[in-house]
């Protein structure tokens, strides 16, 4: 892909990515302990609720500033965009939303690094790119190592890491598919409209999964919890929106390398902001083992 791709051109993009989808932990936990203080019992579709309200809001706001989406939605394939909305938004989500609920916000945003893990092992399969190198396969041994001690000592409000692990992998899994789907559209649709068409159709889709919810959401979205719904929705349209873009100027893989920021802000932000949550060993040396395979899966590309 012809372009800058020096790091001081990606680099300020990625940083202001990661500090926005690291901001969605503690954001998310938030929201689950106000609701935990108000005594209120939570299911599933709750969850699922709270995640469509946040995404479908997000959608729409993509779609008002896109130029003329419309017009480049219907050009585009539509198997490709209702799949990059399952996978990016719908599925991803669903199990994303989980992982935070039942364990810290420090270790789901830690293992949000997963999703260059899968960008490894998927591209080759999904996207035509090379297989993992030796030098790869290596990193994604040690950043295995890194998550495995990292769940098995979190720290203090750690939940259930184990559940949460499994279900932030999968969810980062299908985000990583997503960002494959988004390369394959092609320059006839932009950033802004399909995104705004896969967070805003997945995030529908979220909305009926918690359809029972609906009944309730005068009880759940009170004031301080429609604030942080709000600051969410700009987190994931600002935060899709510059990926999607830096996706058309950059190499996904050369971005992927700068994925390590995410999942630093995520349980940076998260032990900042959530009082209840310190850092344990096992997350302490799990992180700095997750950073340096990430940084020697970009040396090795």
């Keep these: 892909m012809e372009g800058d791709h020096r790091w001081f051109k990606v680099l300020p993009g990625m940083l202001l990515c990661a500090l926005l989808w690291g901001s969605a932990f503690p954001a998310i936990k938030t929201v689950y302990g106000i609701w935990h203080e108000q005594g209120l019992e939570l ?14 809001i997000a959608g729409i706001a993509l779609l008002l500033i896109a130029r003329n989406p419309w017009e480049e939605i219907r050009r585009s394939s539509k198997p490709r965009l209702m799949t990059l909305s399952l996978t990016q938004t719908f599925g991803q989500y669903l199990l994303f939303y989980l992982a935070v609920a039942v364990a810290s916000g420090s270790l789901t945003g830690l293992l949000a690094s997963t999703g260059s893990f899968w960008w490894v092992l998927l591209a080759p399969l999904l996207a035509g790119t090379p297989k993992p190198s030796r030098a790869q396969w290596t990193a994604l041994l040690i950043g295995g190592l890194g998550i495995t001690l990292a769940t098995a000592a979190p720290g203090a409000g750690a939940g259930r890491p184990v559940l949460g692990a499994l279900l932030m992998i999968g969810a980062t899994g299908l985000g990583a598919v997503g960002v494959i789907e988004f390369g394959k559209l092609g320059k006839g649709i932009g950033a802004r409209a399909a995104t705004g068409f896969s967070l805003g159709a997945g995030g529908v889709l979220l909305l009926l999964c918690g359809i029972g919810t609906f009944p309730r959401a005068a009880e759940l979205m009170t004031p301080p919890v429609i604030l942080i719904t709000c600051w969410l929705s700009l987190v994931s349209a600002a935060a899709f929106a510059l990926w999607n873009y ?45 950073v340096v395979s990430l940084v020697m899966m970009q040396r090795a590309r």
């Design 43 to 56: 299911s599933l579709p709750d969850y699922w609720w709270f995640a469509g309200v946040r995404f479908t």
């Design 246 to 290: 830096l996706s058309t100027k950059h190499p996904v893989p050369l971005l992927a390398g700068y994925r390590f920021l995410i999942p630093l802000c995520g349980m940076t932000e998260s032990l900042i902001f959530l009082k209840n949550e310190t850092a344990g060993w096992g997350l302490l040396v799990g992180a700095a083992l997750v």
